[in-house]
C-alpha cells in the first residue's frame, strides 16, 4: 500500500490552521457573550478576526500545495490537454493552470516518461501531443486501389475496382 505524500510545509500549516479555528471559536463565544455585557466586543474581534485570517490563509496555502501535487499536476494537465486537441505548450500550462514554471516542466518529464505525452518541435516552441487524447476516424479503404469510403455507407466491395474494403482506424 503507497504511502500518502505529505505536503511540503503541512506541519506549520496544520498549525495554523487549528490556531485559526481555535481563535475563531474563542471570538464565537466573546461575540456571544457580547450580547450581554458590550464590552467583550472588542475582544471578541480581537480574536475573530486573526483567527479567520490565519485559517483563511492555511486554507489557501494546503489548497496550492494540493493543486501543485505531481498526481493531481498530471491529471490537470491530461485534462487541459484534452480540452485543446491533445496537445499543450509549456506557456499554456503555466497560464491556463496558473502553476510554476518548474513544476510544470517537471510534470510533463513524468507524463513523457510515462509515454502519455510526446514532445514535437514547431518552429522556435516545443508542443507535447497526448496520442492517447487525439481523435481517431474510422474509415473503409480498398486494399487494391487505397481509395476511402464512409462507414455509414453498406459497402463490402470497392466501387471503383471491386476489391474487397477493410475497416480502417486513422
Known amino acids: 500500500m503507497e504511502r500518502p505524500r505529505s505536503i511540503p510545509g503541512g506541519g506549520p500549516t496544520i498549525a495554523a490552521f487549528l490556531a485559526g479555528v481555535a481563535l475563531l471559536g474563542l471570538g464565537l463565544i466573546f461575540l456571544c457573550a457580547a450580547v450581554q455585557n458590550p464590552a467583550r466586543w472588542p475582544i471578541a474581534l480581537a480574536l475573530f478576526i486573526p483567527g479567520a485570517l490565519l485559517a483563511g490563509w492555511a486554507g489557501l496555502r494546503w489548497r496550492r500545495a494540493r493543486q501543485l501535487d505531481p498526481d493531481v499536476l498530471d491529471d490537470n494537465i491530461t485534462a487541459l490537454a484534452g ?28 507524463l513523457e516518461a510515462a509515454g502519455i505525452a510526446r514532445p514535437q518541435r514547431r518552429g522556435d516552441r516545443t508542443v507535447y501531443l497526448f496520442p492517447g487524447l487525439q481523435e481517431s476516424k474510422v474509415i473503409r479503404r480498398c486494399t487494391y486501389c487505397g481509395n476511402e469510403y464512409s462507414v455509414r455507407e453498406p459497402l463490402h466491395k470497392c466501387p471503383n475496382c471491386g476489391g474487397t474494403l477493410e475497416v480502417v482506424r486513422t
Request: charged share 30%.
Open 83 to 110: 480540452r485543446s486537441d491533445a496537445e499543450v505548450t509549456l506557456a499554456s500550462i503555466v497560464s491556463d493552470l496558473g502553476v510554476p514554471d518548474d513544476a510544470a516542466r517537471a510534470a510533463l518529464a513524468r
